[in-house]
């Protein structure tokens, strides 16, 4: 795969006239200016389809409502439907989430890595994003370059979701399917190779002991628990 960067028009569509934008990074030194550039299509209302360590994920703003929908749209998912705070780090997980000293000790064992942690949310949440019934939130670090390079130009968490499609088995592998699925209900597609089709192992911190939600990419013998 050559890696001679993307197009250098910065204009997210938020329509599903336009095709997207696509970047082609190098999966483990992402070009800065193309993560600039996908910072400022994000910050300025742009869906995005970016590299995890577990599968493809569909990003936007988390305080920006339109976007949200549109990806909710996408996925067809409800707002019942948990998505996912992509953080860069610890302290940007403890700003948005409820986080005492046993959750930290497990969070620091695990990330970065192929783990969804569910936890309560803080005031910083927008309320539209929180599981009304349980008031939570569902929170990550990757462990990918390039995600992490997003995360930490951009200087918040992507509000996600798995960039699995109504009606498939299974996430979409690499970019060039990605674009050929979503390239006119998309802003950017951000291409660093194939990725998994494994989701994250999801883990509940809510209640008196970590709780598997759903098996995924991550061990959970990482975290004490059993398959």
Do not use: W
């Amino acid at each position: 795969m050559a890696f001679s960067g993307g197009p250098t028009r910065v204009v997210p569509t938020n329509s599903t006239s336009a095709m997207a934008q696509f970047f082609i990074v190098h999966p483990n030194n992402p070009q800065k200016r193309l993560i600039d550039q996908a910072v400022r299509m994000v910050a300025s209302g742009a869906v995005i389809a970016y590299p995890t360590d577990s599968c493809y994920a569909l990003g936007c703003h988390l305080a920006d409502k339109a976007a949200v929908e549109r990806l909710r749209a996408i996925r067809e998912l409800d707002d019942r439907h948990h998505l996912t705070l992509v953080c860069a780090d610890l302290g940007q997980i403890a700003q948005f989430a409820h986080v005492d000293n046993r959750a930290f000790r497990l969070l620091r064992r695990a990330t970065p890595g192929s783990f969804t942690f569910i936890l309560r949310a803080t005031r910083e949440v927008p309320r539209r994003l929180v599981q009304a019934k349980r008031d939570t939130i569902g929170l990550r670090i990757p462990d990918h370059a390039v995600a992490l390079a997003l995360l930490k130009a951009l200087g918040e968490p992507l509000l996600s979701a798995t960039l699995q499609l109504p009606g498939d088995d299974a996430p979409l592998l690499d970019a060039a399917d990605i674009r050929a699925r979503l390239e006119r209900k998309i802003d950017l597609i951000i291409d660093a190779g194939p990725c998994g089709v494994l989701p994250t192992t999801v883990v509940d911190l809510t209640g008196e002991e970590p709780a598997l939600v759903r098996l995924g990419r991550g061990d959970p013998a990482a975290l004490g628990l059993a398959a």
